[in-house]
């Protein structure tokens, strides 16, 4: 960036918490139902209908703010925050302007930015605010639709300090954002669906002199339009202070088709919503025993249990990250080393051969079956399973080819790997005087290869024509011979008399 400014960005993220039912009534909380059959009075707004505060948004609300280390205030309100538009009835949105549920936490963000550098920095939350969600509008052709399933949907509001300096940062933020909400089990984290949603608020200004003309993105539905936006908003801006313009405090849209944002609205001055408590919804003061219930609701964040999982089973950066992209893999991939490490193998070398095993071929195979490692905890590969297998290549029982195989055959037909390598005799020959028979046997069929391996004088020839003649007797066995002893033959039969 141009050294001569200094960009901030906040961000505003919406999540939709995963209750069965909204969060002031008793309707159906759910994704892509019939348009307006998850309604009734209280989310329709009809004059007399009381709303009831569902205690499971409010728990999971404070538990989000736990894990973004906020504090936790001693009693907390909901306001009606007074507005007309057509996708909310009541003509008022039940939210928490004055007391939010959580304030001035922090979450350190760690990660690499899409060009591969390294970012890590620390962004204050302000507030966590609970709120309903409004409804949703179709536009079709001169007629606008209006959908009121969504309409009193939970939705926590999470708010950042400006702390945001491109669009790397908010995308990396994002993501960890993302995927510490998914482990907590408060949202599934769809962006596309805006389960989880995201506005920022950008501005830029000469270094030293502070915030400059804020310009609000709204409805940012990838943490890569995030980033792309943000940094199109950046260079905008420069591109009209280097001018010798001002830039003009409106709400934009990003357009991905031609990658640039455009107008929204103007937005000169912030709008007085007239917010009040909200009547009907006590006070809530959340005790002892509420507050005990939130925290056995906590789970090792993903970014500490990456850490852990790097320390303790020497795993890299990368593959720590992509071991715990989900809380069921990341699970699975603890119970699959713990079983290894139980039969015999050394744990960092269980891990690596797990974690090799794990974010290749069973992806493959999840992918290919259209799972998701949420998925993996009724997969019919278990942690189990797959620990013998790899404890069995590792102790030199099974080839790398027949323990792909068994790996595959056991996804596929829900069987034990004992049960199926004993079926097909899968059993590793390790027994050199049965290697050196077969050894004779490819020298003597191949007797052509033979001479040439002995006789060529370029080395790299030589190798390739050893390879040739083990995968010969590899065949030959049936794939159950250690291909290290027959390597190892087969180079003695070459180097014998090679001149």
């Given at each position: 960036?141009?050294?001569?400014?200094?960009?901030?960005?906040?961000?505003?993220?919406h999540?939709?918490?995963?209750t069965?039912?909204?969060?002031?009534?008793?309707?159906?909380s759910?994704?892509?139902?019939?348009?307006?059959?998850n309604?009734?009075?209280?989310?329709?707004?009809?004059?007399?209908?009381?709303?009831?505060?569902?205690i499971?948004?409010?728990?999971?609300g404070?538990?989000?703010?736990?894990?973004?280390?906020?504090r936790?205030?001693?009693?907390t309100?909901?306001?009606?925050?007074?507005?007309?538009?057509?996708?909310?009835?009541?003509?008022?949105?039940i939210?928490?302007?004055a007391?939010p549920?959580?304030?001035?936490?922090?979450i350190?963000?760690?990660?690499?930015?899409?060009?591969?550098?390294?970012?890590?920095?620390?962004?204050?939350?302000?507030?966590?605010?609970?709120e309903?969600d409004?409804?949703?509008?179709?536009h079709?052709?001169?007629?606008?639709?209006?959908d009121?399933?969504?309409?009193?949907?939970?939705?926590?509001?999470?708010?950042?300090?400006?702390?945001?300096?491109n669009?790397e940062?908010?995308?990396?933020?994002?993501?960890?954002?993302?995927?510490?909400?998914?482990?907590?089990?408060?949202?599934?984290?769809?962006?596309?669906?805006?389960?989880?949603?995201a506005?920022?608020?950008?501005?830029?200004?000469?270094?030293?002199k502070?915030?400059?003309?804020?310009?609000?993105?709204?409805?940012?539905n990838?943490?890569?339009?995030?980033?792309?936006?943000?940094?199109?908003e950046?260079?905008?801006?420069?591109?009209v202070?280097?001018a010798?313009?001002?830039?003009?405090?409106e709400?934009?849209?990003?357009?991905?088709?031609q990658?640039?944002?455009?107008?929204?609205r103007?937005?000169e001055?912030?709008?007085?919503?007239?917010?009040?408590?909200?009547?009907?919804?006590?006070v809530?003061?959340?005790?002892?025993e509420?507050?005990?219930?939130?925290?056995?609701?906590l789970?090792?964040?993903?970014?500490?249990?990456?850490?852990?999982?790097?320390?303790e089973?020497?795993?890299?950066?990368?593959?720590?990250?992509?071991?715990?992209?989900?809380?069921?893999?990341?699970?699975?991939?603890?119970a699959?080393?713990?079983?290894a490490?139980?039969?015999?193998l050394?744990?960092?070398?269980?891990?690596?051969r797990?974690?090799?095993?794990?974010?290749?071929?069973?992806?493959?195979?999840?992918?290919?079956?259209?799972?998701?490692?949420?998925?993996?905890?009724?997969?019919?590969?278990?942690?189990?399973?797959?620990a013998?297998?790899?404890?069995a290549?590792?102790?030199?029982?099974?080839?790398?080819?027949?323990?792909?195989e068994?790996?595959?055959?056991?996804?596929?037909?829900?069987?034990?790997?004992?049960?199926?390598?004993?079926?097909?005799?899968?059993?590793?020959?390790?027994?050199?005087?049965?290697?050196?028979?077969?050894?004779?046997?490819?020298?003597?069929?191949?007797?052509?290869?033979?001479?040439?391996?002995r006789?060529?004088?370029?080395?790299?020839?030589?190798?390739?024509?050893?390879?040739f003649?083990?995968?010969?007797?590899l065949?030959?066995?049936?794939?159950?011979?250690d291909?290290?002893?027959?390597?190892?033959?087969?180079?003695?039969?070459?180097?014998?008399?090679v001149?």
């Open positions: 960036m141009n050294n001569t400014y200094q960009s901030f960005i906040g961000l505003e993220v999540i939709h918490l995963l069965r039912s909204k969060v002031f009534c008793g309707c159906r759910a994704f892509g139902d019939e348009p307006n059959t309604v009734c009075p209280v989310c329709m707004g009809y004059p007399g209908a009381l709303p009831a505060l569902n499971e948004a409010l728990r999971m404070f538990l989000a703010a736990k894990a973004l280390n906020c936790i205030p001693e009693k309100w909901f306001d009606r925050k007074q507005y007309f538009y057509p996708d909310m009835p009541k003509n008022y949105q939210t928490q302007f007391s549920l959580g304030m001035e936490g922090y350190d963000i760690e990660g690499k930015t899409a060009s591969g550098a390294e970012k890590n920095k620390r962004i204050r939350i302000k507030e966590c605010h609970l309903e409004s409804g949703k509008m179709v079709k052709g001169n007629v606008s639709l209006l009121y399933n969504r309409a009193g949907v939970p939705l926590l509001e999470i708010v950042t300090e400006p702390d945001f300096e669009g940062e908010a995308e990396i933020f994002l993501q960890q954002l993302r995927r510490m909400v998914r482990y907590l089990e408060i949202c599934d984290g769809n962006m596309e669906e805006g389960s989880l949603r506005d920022a608020n950008v501005s830029v200004n000469f270094h030293g502070g915030l400059g003309k804020k310009v609000e993105l709204k409805n940012l990838s943490s890569r339009f995030v980033r792309l936006g943000l940094n199109y950046i260079a905008r801006h420069i591109q202070l280097d010798g313009n001002e830039v003009i405090q709400t934009r849209l990003w357009n991905e088709k990658n640039e944002t455009v107008p929204m103007r937005k001055n912030a709008h007085d919503y007239r917010c009040f408590p909200e009547p009907d919804i006590p809530f003061v959340p005790d002892a509420f507050l005990q219930s939130v925290n056995d609701l789970v090792e964040l993903p970014a500490q249990r990456m850490k852990r999982l790097q320390n089973y020497a795993l890299s950066a990368e593959q720590a990250d992509l071991v715990c992209a989900e809380k069921e893999e990341a699970d699975y991939f603890e699959a080393v713990s079983e490490a139980a039969s015999g050394e744990k960092t070398d269980a891990a690596a797990i974690a090799n095993y794990l974010l290749t071929d069973v992806m493959h195979m999840l992918n290919r079956g259209g799972l998701s490692q949420k998925e993996l905890s009724v997969f019919s590969l278990t942690p189990r399973r797959l013998y297998i790899a404890a290549f590792s102790a030199g029982r099974l080839s790398s080819k027949n323990a792909k068994a790996l595959e055959l056991c996804a596929a037909e829900n069987r034990e790997p004992e049960e199926i390598i004993r079926e097909r005799g899968w059993h590793l020959i390790s027994d050199p005087a049965v290697i050196a028979a077969a050894v004779n046997e490819v020298c003597e069929e191949e007797a052509g290869v033979l001479e040439e391996a006789s060529t004088d370029n080395p790299k020839r030589r190798q390739s024509l050893a390879s003649l083990a995968g010969k007797v065949k030959k066995t049936g794939g159950a011979a291909p290290k002893i027959v390597r190892g033959q087969i180079e003695k039969v070459i180097l014998f008399t001149r």
